[in-house]
Nanobody, 119 residues
Framework: VQLQASGGGLVQAGGSLRLSCAASGGIRSVNYMAWYRQGPGKQRELVATINSDDNVNYADSAKGRFAISRDNAKNMVYLQMNSLKPEDTAVYYC??????????????WGQGTQVTVSS
């Protein structure tokens, strides 16, 4: 299984970006999907999650500005980020809990995509 994240870049404060993440390779089913981020000198933190029923949860820092969504047919997860702030600067990682066979599903991680917000 591979997760490929894309959509990062440089944007001015107040701008928007849409991150995408595609899961591929021997997937039977995808349970929850999520975005994490790791800013300079900071620990990795949860940004948003979405489960197979499309129930979503957000970190307080993301509420009202970010929106997570998924396309189950394509095994993709998205993160629409609006009203971006310099403190949103980080490497953003997607993760998904995926079943590939009869064994217990496990978490897989993408490689990360850099988001830089200039003031």
């Amino acid at each position: 299984v591979q997760l490929q994240a894309s959509g990062g870049g440089l944007v001015q404060a107040g701008g928007s970006l849409r991150l995408s993440c595609a899961a591929s390779g021997g997937i039977r089913s995808v349970n929850y999907m999520a975005w994490y981020r790791q800013g300079p000198g900071k620990q990795r933190e949860l940004v948003a999650t979405i489960n197979s029923d499309d129930n979503v949860n957000y970190a307080d820092s993301a509420k009202g500005r970010f929106a997570i969504s998924r396309d189950n047919a394509k095994n993709m997860v998205y993160l629409q980020m609006n009203s971006l702030k310099p403190e949103d600067t980080a490497v953003y990682y997607c993760t998904a809990n995926i079943r590939t066979d009869w064994r217990t599903p496990r978490d897989y991680w993408g490689q990360g995509t850099q988001v830089t917000v200039s003031s």
